[in-house]
């Protein structure tokens, strides 16, 4: 079974706010990328809260031809990920807050793929559709970039369904449960919900041309 809240997103017509996101408030990252990735990143997938990096290098070694991007803020796993990726030159690994990173290091219309691989659904108003750094995040996709949402939640999923289409403008390229069958665990979270059999869910998003 999935985990079940109690949130109608569509009886909270005020749940974003669409005051304009400022990037200039945004504390600049301590760390700086490379020189390299800032050169190379022609084809840019991204993922925000890759934990251990299990998906990072999936994507790594099916895409080659791309330039990976994966950030994680909590210390131990990024550890954990920062020595994975060692094995992959196209394969960028920090220990950061996606927030601060994407700010000031993405260029409008230069991400292909972001990835949001079970995001933490509290508090409330964290989860990332409510976001107002949604209107610089969507700003940084090419036309056609796509956001992947996935998550066990099924309050989430439908309040991103609902809120990435109606306050942030995205088309939807599909929006269903994921079957246990049609791929291969991208992370131990995923692992663990199909070994428990709930019910998960995954959102593809697409920035209109």
Request: hydrophobic residues 35%; positive net charge; aromatic residues 10%.
């Amino acid at each position: 079974m999935s985990s079940v809240y109690t949130l109608d997103p569509m009886k909270e017509k005020n749940i974003t706010t669409r005051k304009s996101f400022k990037r200039e408030l945004v504390p600049r990252p301590p760390q700086e990328l490379p020189c390299d990735f800032l050169k190379n990143s022609s084809k840019l997938k991204v993922e925000i809260g890759a934990g251990t990096g299990d998906h990072a290098l999936i994507l790594a070694a099916k895409h080659p031809e791309s330039t990976i991007l994966a950030i994680e803020r909590t210390q131990e796993k990024s550890r954990k990920m920062i020595e994975k990726a060692k094995d992959f030159s196209n394969l960028t690994a920090l220990r950061a807050d996606a927030i601060n990173i994407i700010s000031h290091y993405i260029k409008e219309s230069s991400v292909d793929e972001y990835y949001l691989l079970y995001p933490n659904p509290f508090p409330l108003k964290a989860r990332w559709p409510r976001l107002a750094f949604n209107e610089w995040l969507i700003k940084t996709l090419k036309p056609s970039g796509t956001i992947t949402l996935a998550t066990n939640i099924s309050d989430y999923f439908y309040e991103a369904k609902d809120l990435y289409q109606r306050d942030w403008g995205l088309d939807i390229v599909s929006a269903n449960q994921i079957e246990a069958k049609e791929l291969t665990p991208r992370s131990a979270f995923e692992k663990k919900y199909f070994e428990r059999k709930e019910a998960l869910y995954q959102l593809i998003l697409k920035r209109a041309l």
